[in-house]
């Protein structure tokens, strides 16, 4: 089994690129732990206190632990002390596979989260450090889609999530300041569901998510191929 990290600039993040597929993981027995680099207010309807009760219930749906770096929301930047705190984060996980988002979008902070992560997978394989943990060099960086574009995902892979399409929409779900009380979000979920049930059908599978890969993805076998 795998040690995973996911990624997301702020809470919701992760749930909405790669909710099912995280249920996917950790059905599979994988220990994944999700990063948010910020705890993601202020927002309209939200408070840290809310926040925090939201983020910490749909952790539990998905069924893993969360971790926050505490950068400040809406001002992310690239700097060498934010890629040593997610450098430490990848050490103390031991984390071999690490999503983070597409490195395309309109947000800054998803922007600036993308290049810390990629810079903090060489940081975390360095010796003579006082970063926590032990080095280690992640073998697999995966983008996952969470954009603020209106672009049209081109996946190098997607991942079934036919089984985990409820516990994704219940995870999200639990976010009711973002995806409940405004009625102008209240649509994401039947969005999603109609992007996973369109990737599903070009994939051979009912529902589905999107991933990118930069580098060339190694099989053993054929058989987890969806046909």
């Not at 408070?47 to 926050?68: F, H, M, N, P």
């Not at 990848?90 to 902070?109: G, K, M, N, Y």
């Not at 997978?121 to 450090?129: E, I, M, P, V, Y």
């Amino acid at each position: 089994m795998a040690n995973i990290l996911v990624v997301g600039p702020h809470p919701d993040d992760q749930e909405l690129g790669m909710g099912g597929t995280i249920a996917r993981l950790v059905g599979q027995g994988h220990d994944v732990l999700l990063l948010d680099m910020t705890n993601g207010e202020p927002t309209p309807h939200g408070s840290v206190d809310k926040r925090k009760q939201e983020w910490t219930e749909a952790a539990q749906i998905l069924g893993v632990r969360r971790y926050q770096l505490g950068l400040k929301n809406r001002e992310i930047e690239h700097t060498l002390q934010a890629r040593h705190l997610t450098a430490g984060v990848i050490r103390e996980h031991q984390a071999s596979i690490v999503f983070l988002p597409f490195p395309e979008d309109a947000h800054p902070d998803h922007r600036a989260t993308t290049r810390i992560v990629e810079d903090a997978r060489f940081d975390a394989k360095l010796t003579k450090t006082n970063m926590p943990g032990e080095p280690i060099y992640p073998k697999w960086m995966i983008y996952y889609y969470c954009m603020h574009l209106r672009q049209i995902v081109n996946p190098t892979f997607c991942v079934d999530i036919s089984d985990q399409i409820a516990t994704k929409e219940k995870s999200i779900l639990a976010y009711k300041t973002q995806f409940v009380i405004p009625e102008k979000n209240r649509n994401i979920v039947d969005w999603l569901r109609h992007l996973s049930g369109y990737l599903g059908s070009r994939v051979g599978c009912e529902y589905a998510e999107p991933f990118f890969l930069n580098e060339p993805l190694g099989l053993s076998a054929l058989d987890d191929l969806v046909m």
